[in-house]
């Protein structure tokens, strides 16, 4: 009788399990059939690559949850290694003003922003390109921008779940920016105000955060 339990209570863990990854992966299904949607069909499936237009391409982005972290657009030139045929153009391909509220307008029915929270005031340039981050409601969105000509990329980042234990908390403000920080194992996140004061150090906890934004540093490592 001790055995039978034991094989039912197995077989309600695997199952339990079994439904959890099912509900992940169709999570994912959902991102990219929304995103064929609005792009069009995927143009490299095993890369989950989307049309933009002629110059440039979606890839969406998930952690280890399959939860959408990141939409990232960005030139096609950028992936010529693997698809020979995107080679680099005379000169770098850019958003116009106009062109890259479009790409928002469209980012934006993926996943929604809500409203306007901070605008970003700038930051550092490199490679004659300067990066600003927005804040919004659900999500944050990176921009490099080329001088006031154009924009030469975006990455879209939701508000999204994660279970972990916060090893640092930190509420950092300058003159460029009012962040909100938190690291998790060697990874750092943006959280909102509101949820950086329900934040406990070192427990087990859901926590609804943005990122990781590559090459944000906190906590003694920075985003690769």
């Avoid at 933009?52 to 990141?70: E, R, T």
């Avoid at 490679?127 to 924009?151: H, P």
């Amino acid at each position: 009788m001790h055995r039978f339990f034991k094989a039912v209570q197995l077989a309600l863990l695997i199952a339990v399990c079994g439904f959890g990854v099912a509900a992940r992966s169709a999570e994912k299904v959902k991102v990219l059939q929304a995103c064929s949607a609005v792009f069009g069909t995927s143009i490299d499936k095993n890369e989950d690559l989307f049309e933009v237009n002629s110059s440039f391409v979606l890839q969406p982005g998930f952690d280890s949850a399959n939860n959408l972290f990141k939409l990232s657009v960005f030139p096609k030139y950028w992936l010529e290694e693997t698809h020979p045929q995107w080679t680099q153009p005379d000169r770098w391909p850019l958003f116009s003003v106009a062109e890259y509220e479009n790409l928002l307008s469209r980012l934006n029915t993926l996943s929604p922003t809500g409203g306007l929270l901070e605008a970003s005031k700038g930051s550092v340039v490199t490679n004659m390109t300067e990066y600003f981050l927005d804040k919004y409601e659900r999500a944050y969105v990176l921009r490099g921008s080329y001088a006031d000509i154009g924009v030469r990329f975006v990455e879209f980042y939701p508000v999204h779940e994660l279970k972990g234990n916060v090893r640092k908390k930190q509420h950092l403000k300058n003159v460029l920016s009012d962040d909100y920080r938190i690291a998790v194992g060697e990874l750092n996140y943006f959280v909102r105000p509101a949820d950086y004061r329900n934040i406990k150090l070192g427990r087990p906890q859901r926590l609804m955060v943005v990122g990781p934004i590559k090459g944000y540093c906190f906590g003694g490592h920075c985003n690769h």
